[in-house]
């Protein structure tokens, strides 16, 4: 059973920097995408940043320049960097992992950015 852990979110002064973990754990499959979404209150889940296994990113135009989204294969671990973090970035911040035949969500860890 595929389980993932996000861990790295909390309370952060405007400017500051957050980084994200998720650990996927019971993995069967070979994982393609990786990724983080964000859900803000009141509001629909929103991609973030993706990367492939080849390396490619993509990114929301709201936070190119200032996230930068990373994996480690070896440990299925994937990473979001949160620089220049701005009170609009307040959500809750869920990973995604999978393939063409497999689609799993993390739970989520609160980012909340104070003015």
């Known amino acids: 059973q595929v389980h993932l852990v996000e861990s790295g979110g909390g309370l952060v002064q405007a400017g500051g920097s957050l980084r994200l973990s998720c650990e996927a754990s019971g993995v069967g499959f070979s994982i393609n995408r990786m990724g983080w979404y964000g859900q803000a209150p009141g509001k629909q889940r929103e991609l973030v940043a993706t990367i492939t296994s080849g390396g490619n990113t993509n990114y929301a135009d709201s936070v190119k320049g200032r996230f930068t989204i990373s994996r480690d294969n070896g440990k299925n671990t994937v990473y979001l960097q949160m620089n220049s973090l701005k009170p609009e970035d307040t959500a809750v911040y869920y990973c995604?992992?999978?393939?063409?035949?497999?689609?799993?969500w993390g739970q989520g860890t609160q980012v909340t950015v104070s003015s």
């Open positions: 995604r992992v999978g393939n063409l035949y497999y689609d799993y």
